[in-house]
């Protein structure tokens, strides 16, 4: 009774693992990025909000690039977002207080992406923490659109160029 006990386990244990395995093997990454323009003239503690143009999703080709399918892709989440000031050269994210970023589609409501808040950066570069959302209908679609909602500390005197790296994790189905 013990050994089918045991054995029962230990396929179970077996199917378990197996499972998780195949997962990790139809587990790949897509990378997308955009740049903003902060404009000058925001005082401090203001809010502002800036809407990018629609970005152009390469989800189709990277699916096939990893043999799967827009119909076969269960689980998609964003695991890094990533501004870097561009430009000017010198400016780090100082002028930051906290900053929240959507995602939308023109089929799909807006969502909470990413967000970081007391914000206290000299570095021209901050990660921003990652919201648990499923974005599948997002990462599937042509195009999506970023909304930032954020909040200064310091005047904005001249415009600032932000990029946002941002790299989405996609698992798909095997059929």
Known sequence: ????????ITIFGLVALSCSVIDDLLTFSIDNQ?????PS???????????TPDITSNSSSEFENNNTKAELVKDVKLKELKLTVTNPANKSFSFLKSI????????SDEIELAFLTDINSTSNTIDLTCTPEKLDKYIKAPSFRLKIRAVTKETITQDIAVKAAMKFQVTADPF
């Open 34 to 38: 955009t740049t903003v323009t902060i």
């Open 1 to 8: 009774m013990k050994l089918k006990k045991y054995i029962a």
């Open 41 to 51: 003239g925001f005082p401090v503690n203001t809010a502002f909000e800036l809407i």
């Open 100 to 107: 929240r970023m959507y995602i939308s589609t023109n089929d």
